[in-house]
């Protein structure tokens, strides 16, 4: 009797444990998203082998351009200065802008379910922030060695020492590492159990926050106060520095300003074609997000591609200086030469 009434009194209670326990764990497990779904440039299964083929090509051109300046740079003496020294560094974030979705968004145009890991998902944010903050203070830094090389010449080489440079280069990453830490901060402890639809071919962090079950205003709120400062820091500082450039080479008609100005006009023109894009997808509020794609493949694809356009078309000693390589590594007859013992070997 006593057994069966303890029976009677406990049962239930156990058997209300023993079903909800493994309900709630069975819900934890389902509930953390363990992969995002990239939605893409477009859901066209037709438009997939074109994106496919003109985006490596565009990559491929992204890595011979910026390589080729890097080459460039080292190889010729006469390019030992300090703005070329900044010009291959910038460079060399151009590839790793590039290089950092690029590649997958290639690879996914060629898979219908185009997917992302979370981890991989949070070091693709790691690693746009930190590359596009490091060229953000690159750009000021190549601004501020114009601004000596025009405005005080005769202190030039005195101010833009080899160590000031290398010391521009440091902080550009340092900064750039600190405000993508910043960024990573606000998102790597969001809870995410539901939607995982990405809209666009890589995890850009406001499109990844309104995907976290719970309120992401403020997140949302420092996130672009955060990437909205750095921007428009960075800008209005480059707007300062051109404007006083511009006024001094205004001021001297002499045929060595004639230099200063393309070189002047090359800067902008850089300056524009990224902060552009930047600055309408993390301060102007009221972008779609298909404005928002188009703007994205243009920071991380096409101004990649036109830095070495703009600075080799637009600077001679750069262009002597590809020529003289070309004439040293590629002499008339030696691909042929080349390409025929290759035929013989084989």
Known sequence: MLTS????CFSPIQATETKSLPKSMNET??????????????????????????????????????????LTVTSDSRLHTPMYFLLANLSFIDVCVASFATPKMIAD???ERKTISFDACLAQIFFVHLFTGSEMVLLVSMAYDRYVAICKPLHYMTIMSRGVC?????ISWFVGFIHTTSQLAFTVNLPFCGPNKVDSFFCDLPLVTKLACTDTYVVSLLIVADSGFL???SFLLLVVSYTVILVTVRNRSSASMAKARSTLTAHITVVTLFFGPCIFIYV???????????LAVFYTIFTPILNPVIYTLRNKEVKAAMSKLKSRYLKPGQV????RNCFLET
């Not at 009434?5 to 009677?8: E, I, Q």
């Open 231 to 233: 921007s428009l820091s």
């Open 109 to 111: 145009s060629l898979v």
């Open 5 to 8: 009434l303890t029976d009677l």
């Open 29 to 70: 497990n389902h509930s953390r998203v363990t992969e995002f779904v990239l939605l893409g440039l477009s859901s066209s299964r037709e438009l997939q082998p074109f994106l496919f083929l003109i985006f490596s090509l565009f990559y491929l051109a992204i890595l011979l351009g910026n390589f080729l300046i890097i």
């Open 284 to 294: 102007w509020p009221f972008s779609s997000y298909s404005v928002d794609k188009v």
């Open 336 to 339: 042929s030469v080349v390409i």
């Open 166 to 170: 290398v010391v521009l280069v440091l």
